[in-house]
Nanobody, 111 residues
């Protein structure tokens, strides 16, 4: 049972990037999933969550810019990040809430 995140990297301010999280050993669509992030020197925070019904919720700092979704046949969850800002720089984690964390993927927003 594990989560594998990918898609991080260097992106310019105002740009877009999509993170992916593929689950193995369980069916992602039947569980409460989310993306968290931790910036240097800051506490970990929730970015977005998606319920088993597909209902998304977002942290205040990313509302209107980030979008969480999933592809059930691929057992994969996504985080589409648009109009990124330097303060979005962080390690992003996909999570089966509350008990399974994937290894993070680093997103760096810089020109």
């Amino acid at each position: 049972v594990q989560l594998q995140a990918s898609g991080g990297g260097l992106v310019q301010p105002g740009g877009s990037v999509r993170l992916s999280c593929t689950a193995s050993g369980f069916t992602l669509s039947t569980t409460f999933m989310g993306w968290y992030r931790q910036a240097p020197g800051k506490e970990r925070e929730v970015v977005a969550t998606i319920s088993s019904y597909g209902t998304p919720q977002y942290g205040d700092s990313v509302k209107g810019r980030f979008f969480i979704s999933r592809d059930n046949p691929k057992n994969t969850m996504y985080l589409q990040m648009n109009n990124v800002k330097p303060e979005d720089t962080a390690v992003y984690y996909c999570v089966r809430i509350p008990d399974l964390w994937g290894k993070g993927t680093l997103v760096t927003v810089s020109s």
